[in-house]
């Protein structure tokens, strides 16, 4: 079983979620505990049926090819995540907010669309789709290296909720800005190693 794997890929998936959460902490913006769960929900089915997918395309390949395509996805995803968080620095950050749903798709720091410092049931759901992009090509690579997609999908929700609550606290508490900066160089160092992991084993 793949469970160091499965142990990496919830944490690496949500390491995002860290630093989003941070910046809402930071903004003194709450992330009630069912937003919370809602989020975890929408990311596991997201993970879910990417790692489903990744499973039946290691159908029709074998063990070795299946490991090594999967691990290369996943190294990819991590070079990826490293290439964004220094196009992210060089680039001026957003401060205010647009308040159209859709945008918040690809600036999840911006689904409190009405900034009355909660995230609703409503805002969640969209936020939750925002943070599990990230699961999708994850949880492919995944599935295709053969890792369990319960263990692997409880792994990701449970370090979700987790990953909220605790960025929440610390946003609340510190002075936390650069959370949300290395988030992805953390996540990026993370995948490289899953990938090259899942390819030697």
Do not use: Q
Request: net charge neutral; charged share 10%; proline share 2%.
């Amino acid at each position: 079983m793949h469970l160091l794997s499965i142990l990496l890929i919830g944490i690496a998936a949500n390491l995002d979620n860290l630093g989003i959460s941070v910046s809402y902490g930071l903004r003194s913006t709450r992330i009630p505990f069912v937003s919370n769960v809602i989020i975890a929900i929408v990311s596991m089915i997201c993970a879910y049926l990417s790692i489903i997918a990744g499973k039946f395309i290691s159908e029709f390949i074998s063990i070795g090819i299946a490991n090594l395509a999967g691990g290369l996805i996943i190294i990819c995803i991590g070079i990826k995540c490293i290439v964004d968080s220094f196009a992210l620095k060089s680039s001026p950050s957003e401060v205010k907010v647009d308040s159209n749903y859709s945008h918040v798709i690809t600036h999840p720091d911006s689904a409190d669309v009405n900034d009355d410092k909660i995230i609703s049931v409503k805002e969640s759901i969209f936020l939750g789709f925002a943070l599990a992009i990230n699961c999708l090509a994850m949880g492919l690579g995944a599935g295709i290296t053969g890792v369990s997609p319960v263990l692997t999908t409880l792994s990701i929700g449970l370090f979700s909720v987790l990953s909220i609550w605790c960025g929440i606290k610390l946003g609340n508490k510190i002075c936390g800005k650069n959370i949300g900066k290395y988030s992805n160089i953390v996540a990026a160092i993370l995948l490289i190693m899953i990938g090259v992991y899942e390819m030697i084993i």
